[in-house]
């Protein structure tokens, strides 16, 4: 049974995960209680079906004044600069990352929003954490900005939850995998460019080693771990810094070869550039048994099933 959320507001519903989560809570609380808050990409068609709101959470006035026009009292703070494009401008992935976190964390606190979704990031993970399988609670040194940002950003969640009692819940997602918006600037984005290249062109460029192995989640996954995180009673939520959760793990060869179990003439060539190096300091696994022992997590899509969905849904995009 859901529990009861009277106003949602998404902060970047317009982004890669922000476009599917959005509709799937309209979905699910009712459309008319979920706001799709957006900045600079504005909402697609069917994220206006339900409402919307221009806002920027660099601003804390603004985050504030939405708080309180709507009511809200659940906010999913989406907002990111991702790994790549982070490297390239370090101090906007801090500005964009920490002081938007802040701002929400800020809003909710003195605007009385009890519950707040936060993502976090495999990213966390650096020097000294075992990359296979790697633990919840293995040290987080971090080689990129988004890195830090992300456990910077765990660290303040969880400060804000003993010092406040905010209840705020965050997950540590691997790449995620998605046909609807594609991601902005991360390491893991060629998981979902190749499939866009492989029906348009049979062929696909990829800027990562073929032997390159890291943890991925399809997007259904990844609402779906969002969903039962958030409506799992408070007392189960036992890591308040973020949670790891994955649904599998695969080669950049790996992914290229399921895909030609459909596409027969797909080639894959490899031209590594920087993106080589964050891909190399991350986990190759990880270890979410802690989400599954606390509040139930278990994924349901591996490499094959997700192929084969993604490739009939990027078809269908491309008509
Ligand atoms: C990225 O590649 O930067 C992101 C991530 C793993 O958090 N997809």
Partial sequence: MARRRTKILVVGSTGQVGSELTPALRRRYGFENVIAGWHTRPPTPSLREGPTV?????????????????????IYHLGV????????????????????????????????????FWPSSM??????????????????????????????????????FGRFGLDVRSLRFPGIIS??????GGTTDYAVEIFYEAIRKERYTCFLKPETTLPMMY????????VQLMES??????????????????????LAKEI???IPEFKCNYRVDFRQAIADSWPRSMDDSA?????????EHNLSSMTKEMLARVNDRLK
């Fill in 260 to 262: 030609r179990t459909h």
């Fill in 179 to 184: 046909s609807e918006t594609p991601p902005g």
């Fill in 81 to 116: 600069v991702l790994s790549a494009v982070g490297e390239k401008s370090p101090e906007r992935a801090w500005t964009v990352n920490i002081d938007g976190l802040r701002n929400v964390l800020e809003a909710a606190r003195k605007n009385g929003v009890p519950n707040i």
């Fill in 291 to 299: 989400a599954r022992s606390d509040w139930g997590w278990y994924p």
């Fill in 123 to 160: 990213a966390v993970f650096g020097k000294g954490a075992p990359r296979d399988n790697t633990p919840q609670d293995a040290p987080l040194l971090p080689s990129t900005i988004y890195g830090v940002t992300k456990v910077a950003g765990e660290l303040l969640c969880n400060y804000y």
């Fill in 219 to 226: 997007m259904p996954d990844c609402v779906k771990a969002t």
């Fill in 54 to 74: 221009r806002l920027d959470a660099m601003r804390r006035s603004d985050v504030e004044r939405v708080v309180r026009k709507f009511e809200v009292d659940s």
């Fill in 233 to 254: 009673a408070a007392s189960k939520i036992k890591v308040r810094t973020s949670y790891n959760v994955t649904g599998m793990s695969f080669s950049a060869s790996e």
